[in-house]
């Protein structure tokens, strides 16, 4: 391939890495990637496993000239399980598309994220993609049935089964789910999909306060219960950003009126989405209502708004899945996603803005040239993305942000990733949220499995640990000859 055609596989979707590989590879078959990697292991040639190129942490560009492996040509539904509904399909279905695919089968597939029109099976299986409905779903270490890996030698693991229950072993699949490609390549898998739901319903909300999204979240779990699917939050900075930079005029749907509450509801502090998946739309909506008028009965929500249509629906997540790519048309984005206590959650974002403040940045909404803090996320499950916004990168604000915001999430019990991925952007910083013996024993792991480090090298994991787990390795092996 030439430069130009290179340019999608050495840059990441923020635009904030890029590589410098001149070799792309997309293999169609299980087979011609087992070919790839044995020779390139055999040449100690570095691989870069790749997607749908959508990660936000650098895991899937490469660093410097490693060869770009790309599943986007194994694009294949093997099969589907119409009783049980357990799909099997190769690594490269994009996510969307396999969720139309079993939608005409009266199923859905767990997992949901903004980026499901580009995003990639084996890539959501390799990072451990969260997403918008894990509250109701859970992740993918659990409705992974089982998948097909190559290892760096060229070994093909056969381990994709569609069993419920198989406890014969260490379950090795679990090796392969969020290791992002470090220990494998992941070719296909077996997803269990979940029955369609016949109800879903969509409520926007607006809350005068943190402390009221809280209390809402409290009783959305208690009143809606067995039919909550999921439970997201922005801030009004995320509100502000997706209805001035998204190109297809998206409005705040509490602000299209001219009543009072409509105006107070467009400045509001914190909005919500909730959303509901059930079997009967009469009995949903009746707890959805009871739900609203309960809390906006007690003050906890301002003013609300049920989606009585698909497009409304729609339009409420085109806001909240938005938010990204309104960043990113903004300029230059520094994205954090971490997890907490879900208290704790939005005192980290007024703690960076007042950080940032102070030395010297501008943060108010009015102006163009501020640099804007935002917190938003899976407040369901203690997921926040904090993103600070600038008009173009600039050392010292991410100098202000690192480490410090590690250390925060570290002192208060976090993850430094909740579902990004580590990739090369937190691989040293590991460490804020797993203990040393932990990190030793991932090296250790990888070191074994992939020998000559040709695997997403750089990535995931610290070098130290790294060059230490391949020392001992290296020793070993020369103490047996």
Request: glycine share 10%; with cysteine; net charge negative.
């Amino acid at each position: 391939m030439d430069d130009t055609n290179l340019e999608s596989f050495n840059t990441d979707y923020m635009r904030k890495y890029r590589g410098t590989s001149r070799v792309a590879l997309k293999p169609t078959t299980t087979q011609q990637v087992s070919e790839i990697l044995k020779y390139c292991n055999s040449r100690v040639i570095a691989v870069n496993t790749q997607g749908g190129n959508t990660g936000l942490v650098g895991g899937s560009v490469p660093l410097f000239d490693e060869v770009v492996l790309s599943t986007r040509g194994m694009d294949k539904i093997v099969g589907f399980d119409d009783d049980g509904g357990s799909l099997v399909a190769q690594a490269g279905c994009v996510l969307e598309n396999l969720d139309t695919y079993v939608q005409g089968r009266g199923w859905t597939m767990p997992l949901d994220l903004g980026a499901k029109g580009s995003c990639t099976i084996g890539g959501n299986v390799s990072t451990n993609a969260g997403g918008l409905r894990l509250l109701r779903y859970g992740s993918l270490h659990g409705s992974v049935l089982g998948l097909e890996a190559v290892l760096a030698d060229g070994t093909i693991v056969d381990l994709l089964r569609t069993l419920r229950k198989d406890n014969t072993g260490i379950h090795l699949r679990n090796l392969f789910i969020g290791a992002e490609g470090s220990l494998g390549v992941v070719t296909a898998c077996a997803v269990q999909c979940a029955p369609r739901p016949r109800s879903v319903q969509v409520a926007l909300l607006a809350c005068p306060s943190y402390k009221h999204v809280l209390e809402t979240l409290s009783r959305a779990r208690r009143d809606l219960a067995e039919i909550l699917s999921a439970a997201e939050f922005l801030d009004l900075e995320s509100m502000k950003m997706v209805t001035k930079y998204l190109p297809d005029n998206v409005v705040n749907p509490l602000s299209s009126s001219s009543s009072s509450s409509a105006a107070a509801a467009s400045d509001s502090p914190f909005f919500m989405v909730i959303e509901t998946h059930g079997s009967n739309e009469t009995h949903d909506q009746e707890k959805m209502g009871a739900f609203l008028e309960d809390c906006m009965s007690l003050g906890a929500v301002t003013d609300g708004l049920l989606a009585d249509s698909g497009r409304q629906a729609s339009l409420v997540w085109r806001i909240r899945e938005g938010i990204t790519e309104a960043l990113v048309r903004r300029g230059a984005v520094y994205k954090y996603d971490v997890s907490m206590p879900t208290a704790k959650m939005y005192e980290l974002v007024e703690d960076i803005r007042s950080r940032l403040e102070a030395a010297g940045f501008r943060c108010d909404s009015g102006s163009d040239s501020a640099v804007h803090v935002l917190g938003y996320g899976h407040v369901g499950d203690g997921n926040l993305h904090l993103n600070v916004s600038a008009p173009k990168y600039d050392d010292r604000i991410q100098d202000l942000i690192e480490p410090y915001l590690y250390e925060w999430t570290g002192r208060h019990g976090g993850s430094v990733s909740a579902e990004h991925g580590l990739g090369q952007m937190k691989a040293e910083v590991i460490g804020y949220s797993k203990p040393e013996a932990a990190v030793a024993l991932m090296a250790q792991i990888k070191a074994s499995m992939d020998p000559k480090g040709i695997l997403n090298p750089y990535k995931l994991l610290p070098q130290k640990a790294l060059e230490e787990a391949y020392s001992k390795l290296n020793k070993a092996d020369g103490a047996t000859v």
